[in-house]
């Protein structure tokens, strides 16, 4: 298997996803999936902040709009959670401008809204 930047940190937390997926399947509202990967992340000794604010710049100011990323993991990884259908370009492109706004290089946006859980690993 490929080594890949942040590997293990991607894999405990995509753990915790598959867990809160097995348990609680799809149909439920993204706070209710984020709340379960609350206990998760606390019950697994994952460090992870919620609902992390990110200023955007443009030129040399900072905008007056503002991204908040679902979970900021280790302090470097962004994890977006879905409860939708089916992921689409826009839920990527989503996680890239987040990506941009924090300095991250790492993303993962993950759907809790289809029979199995799926998710993408995405790098800026």
């Known amino acids: ?5 942040l590997k293990d940190e991607t894999y ?8 809160v997926h097995k348990i609680l399947g799809k149909g ?3 706070k209710v999936y984020g709340d379960a990967l609350e206990y ?9 902040k919620r609902e992390v604010k990110y200023n955007i710049e ?3 100011i900072i905008l007056p709009t503002y991204y908040f990323a679902d979970f900021v993991l280790f302090d470097k990884i962004i994890l977006e ?3 939708i259908q089916l992921l689409s370009s826009s839920e990527i492109k989503q996680t890239l ?12 946006l993950v759907n809790f809204g289809e029979d199995s ?3 993408k690993r995405i790098i800026l």
């Open 28 to 30: 439920h509202s993204e």
């Open 81 to 83: 959670i879905k409860a």
């Open 12 to 19: 405990k937390i995509i753990g915790a996803c598959m867990e």
């Open 117 to 119: 859980l799926k998710y």
């Open 40 to 48: 998760e992340f606390n019950k697994n000794e994952i460090d992870y």
């Open 1 to 5: 298997m490929e080594d890949f930047y």
């Open 58 to 60: 443009y030129k040399e």
């Open 97 to 108: 401008n987040y990506l941009a706004a924090s300095k991250n290089k790492i993303g993962l």
